[in-house]
């Protein structure tokens, strides 16, 4: 089994940036897909973005020219590059592999946008 642990969530004001990590416990080499996903307050979980195993990317639309997904499959750890944030983007942010039979999150962490 797969652990992750998401990482650099905070407050920030709008028009900052962040950098989160997500640390995989084992090999992420050999998943499908790995991704961010968010659950704003009060909303249901979305997908942020999805890097596929051969670098392959995809975006949200409101995200699209802000946020930026690599993977480093010899740290076993994913980021998301969150520029010129906005308030709409306070959410809890969570990490997900695709390991094939296994689909594992992480905990999440927060990231809060002030206006």
């Known amino acids: 089994q797969v652990r992750l642990m998401e990482s650099g969530g905070g407050l920030v004001q709008a028009g900052g940036s962040l950098r989160l990590s997500c640390a995989a416990s084992?090999?992420?080499?050999?998943?499908?897909?790995m991704g961010w996903y968010r659950r704003p307050p009060g909303k249901v979980r979305e997908p942020v973005a999805v890097?596929?195993?051969?670098?392959?990317?995809r975006y949200e639309d409101s995200v699209k020219g802000r946020f930026t997904i690599s993977r480093d499959n010899a740290q076993n750890t994913v980021y998301l590059q969150m520029n010129n944030l906005k308030p709409e983007d306070t959410a809890v942010y969570c990490c997900?592999?695709?390991?094939?039979?296994?689909?594992?999150w992480g905990r999440g962490t927060q990231v809060t946008v002030g206006t």
């Open positions: 084992g090999s992420i080499s050999d998943a499908r897909t």
């Open positions: 890097i596929t195993k051969i670098g392959s990317t």
């Open positions: 997900n592999a695709d390991l094939g039979p296994m689909n594992e």
